[in-house]
């Protein structure tokens, strides 16, 4: 069964790519993610504030974009991605 998971592809008013993330990031939706990644080109801002659970399988696929994303994340998930080493990699709201 497929956790589920909201990615909306979209543009911040400077034009920089944007997706935002509703639901959880886990092993059974890790493919939607990367798809959905690797169909932006160029920087990315990463919306999370919505993301109520991110998995070791979420965090892999967020690691070669790393140099390219822009993370926004809550309280909830900033522990984990301080944790993964993720935020030394990317900016972080």
């Known amino acids: 069964m497929t956790t589920p998971l909201t990615l909306t592809p979209g543009r911040r008013p400077d034009g920089t790519a944007m997706l935002t993330v509703v639901g959880e990031i886990d092993m059974s939706n890790t493919e939607s993610l990367a798809a959905a990644l690797a169909s932006a080109p160029g920087p990315l ?3 999370l504030t919505d993301c ?3 998995d070791s399988a ?4 967020l690691f ?3 140099d390219r994303l822009e993370l926004i994340a809550g309280p909830l998930l900033a522990p984990v991605l301080a944790i993964s080493g993720l935020t030394g990699l990317t900016t972080r709201h």
Do not use: M, N, R, T
């Open 45 to 47: 801002v990463l919306d």
């Open 64 to 66: 070669p974009h790393a």
């Open 58 to 61: 979420g965090l892999s696929i």
């Open 52 to 54: 109520e659970y991110l």
